[in-house]
């Protein structure tokens, strides 16, 4: 079993910025993706951006594009998210998910979640 706990969250201002979080443990792979989604109310949830553990290799929305970053630490098993220039629009509840990951789509296929942690946006 793998665990995925999200941190960070908060309310910020328009144009502030925010980092969050995602600690990992529990079963680990040989190689694996952990994407962050988000979900605003009455909408779907969405992906917004990816990262393999095995190359670093990086996938973003193309709303995010730009301002927000993901990166990892191996040592720590931990995933980053950094988001500048925030927009009213991403506020929204984000989440953590992890998958194994030799290759393909990073949109989809994560069996492994996390809480949550809630970012608003203030205009």
């Known amino acids: 079993q793998v665990q995925l706990v999200e941190s960070g969250g908060g309310l910020v201002q328009a144009g502030g910025s925010l980092n969050l979080s995602c600690a990992i443990s529990?079963?680990?792979?040989?190689?694996?993706?952990t994407g962050w989604f988000r979900q605003a109310p009455g909408k779907e949830r969405e992906f917004v951006a990816a990262?393999?553990?095995?190359?670093?290799?990086?996938a973003y929305a193309d709303s995010v594009k730009g301002r927000f970053t993901i990166s990892r630490d191996n040592a720590k098993n931990t995933v980053y998210l950094q988001m500048i220039s925030l927009k009213p629009e991403d506020t929204a509840v984000y989440y953590c998910?992890?998958?194994?990951?030799?290759?393909?789509?990073?949109?989809?296929?994560?069996?492994?979640w996390g809480q949550g942690t809630q970012v608003t946006v203030s205009s």
């Open positions: 998910a992890a998958k194994i990951y030799y290759g393909g789509t990073y949109y989809t296929g994560y069996p492994y």
């Open positions: 529990g079963r680990t792979f040989s190689s694996y993706a």
């Open positions: 990262i393999s553990w095995r190359d670093g290799s990086t």
